[in-house]
């Protein structure tokens, strides 16, 4: 479809593994934001890309969470040495511009993480 | 640190009802907006207001933003089961990077 694809849908792993998590933005947007969703939570701000590169990334916990956007396309959320504290809904939302003019957020059905 | 806070957290009414859900701030939003939410979904956008004092209606919603622009209020009209979700409110933070501050959301159960 022509709306934000992200996989996977659903990713159950054990605690200490690696996770990458991606987005596919609707073509032509620009701007490519990350937040996490934990139940019964309003998302959280993780990270902005505008183009290639992360503008904003004071959402990020630790030093454990990156991502990359290297075409200015497709964007991956990685996790490394994960915790049972990672578990939550993880969004991806794109946009024609961002920045303080920030246009519609559409966003992706999210990436379920359950860290055991 | 931007907050925002909504109430009620959970809300279930008969189909009919009126509702209000609320959000609130200390701090100053340059814009507010409210999403709503199904299971298994991404929000999606209903309205976003800019000026203080704005009100706009969609359908049987009315959005409105405080005059100070630090709080902001949703009413539901005659709610219907269709408008079983999750609303939130959201407020551009004070970066220029157009993240957004989300609210807790208020979860709207309608029965019909």
């Known amino acids: 479809g022509a709306g934000v694809s992200q996989t996977p849908s659903n990713k159950v792993t054990e605690k200490g593994k690696y996770v990458e998590l991606r987005c596919d933005p609707i073509?032509?947007?620009?701007?490519l934001y990350w937040y996490r969703q934990s139940l019964g939570q309003g998302p959280e701000f993780l990270i902005y890309?505008?183009?290639?590169?992360?503008?904003?990334d004071s959402g990020l916990p630790n030093d454990r969470f990156f991502a990359v956007r290297p075409e200015g396309s497709v964007s991956t959320l990685k996790i490394q040495r994960t915790e049972r504290g990672d578990s939550a809904v993880y969004l991806c939302a794109s946009t024609t511009r961002g920045g303080r003019d920030t246009g519609e957020l559409f966003f992706g059905e999210g990436s379920r993480l359950t860290v055991l | 640190t931007q907050l925002l806070e909504q109430s009620p957290q959970f809300l279930s009414i008969q189909e009919g009802e009126n509702l209000t859900v609320y959000c609130n701030s200390s701090?100053?939003?340059?814009?507010l907006q409210w999403y709503r939410q199904e299971p298994g979904e991404g929000p999606v956008l209903l309205v976003t207001?800019?000026?203080?004092?704005e009100v706009k209606k969609l359908k049987r919603l009315t959005f409105q933003f405080g005059d100070a622009r630090k709080d902001s209020s949703l009413h539901i009209t005659a709610a219907q089961p269709g408008d079983t979700g999750l609303y939130l409110c959201a407020g551009a933070g004070s970066s220029n990077t157009g993240k957004l501050i989300f609210g807790q959301g208020t979860t709207l159960q309608v029965k019909p």
């Open positions: 701090s100053v939003f340059s814009s």
């Open positions: 073509s032509g947007h620009t701007a």
């Open positions: 207001v800019v000026t203080g004092g």
């Open positions: 890309f505008q183009g290639t590169g992360a503008a904003d």
